[in-house]
């Protein structure tokens, strides 16, 4: 059990009865003790997304899940297979439950699973990854007087706002969380 305070995105819950994972959390606060936790969670078996307001003194019940480490080998069609690092095995995973972090994707890339009886259930990345830029406008000369981000295509497809003084073939790192430039990699 843990205090509704604490629900953080990607957090695995159960609600109603049902395993839910939490996709957005935010602790809204009007005045006194008025405050609440606005949660968004998808429901596990069924898919469906539903809004759901907790106290913040409520308390949550957390399932017993078990976290793996897998990399990420290939995408094939609307499944992403990933390869067990303790056993080697391949498996198949829903795009649905890759979400957004499929764009930051790339093969070899080292990420984790929390598992529910046996079925994957939720995707982590890296907090921070590495990729290069394909596409980007030209540098302008001058431009970095003033701060005028650019729009850059990565190596895996996925479009970010980066400084101007990148240029294509540099490798940037991203923060997989917000999907936002972090800095140029060394």
């Known amino acids: ?86 056993s080697f095995d391949q498996v198949n995973i829903r795009a649905d439950v890759v979400g957004d ?8 890339e080292r990420v984790s699973c929390q598992l529910y009886n046996g079925q994957q259930i939720t995707f982590e990345l890296p907090l921070v990854v590495e990729l290069e830029v394909v596409d980007t406008p030209p540098v302008v000369k001058g431009a970095t007087v003033t701060n005028q981000p650019k729009e850059a295509r990565l190596e895996t497809g996925a479009r970010i706002r980066v400084p101007a003084f990148i240029a294509p073939g540099e490798r940037v790192r991203v923060d997989t969380r917000t999907g936002q430039y972090v800095e140029r990699a060394k």
């Open 101 to 108: 972090a499929g764009l930051f994707l790339k093969p070899n």
């Open 1 to 86: 059990m843990i205090k509704a305070v604490d629900l953080r995105k990607g957090k695995t819950i159960l609600h109603e009865g049902e395993v839910c994972v939490v996709h957005e959390a935010q602790h809204v606060a009007k005045g006194n003790k008025r405050s609440y936790m606005q949660a968004r969670i998808k429901n596990i078996k069924t898919g469906t997304i539903v809004d759901v307001r907790f106290n913040v003194d409520d308390r949550v019940e957390v399932p017993f899940v078990e976290t793996r480490e897998y990399e990420y080998l290939y995408r094939e069609g609307d499944h992403f297979v990933l390869m067990d690092m303790q």
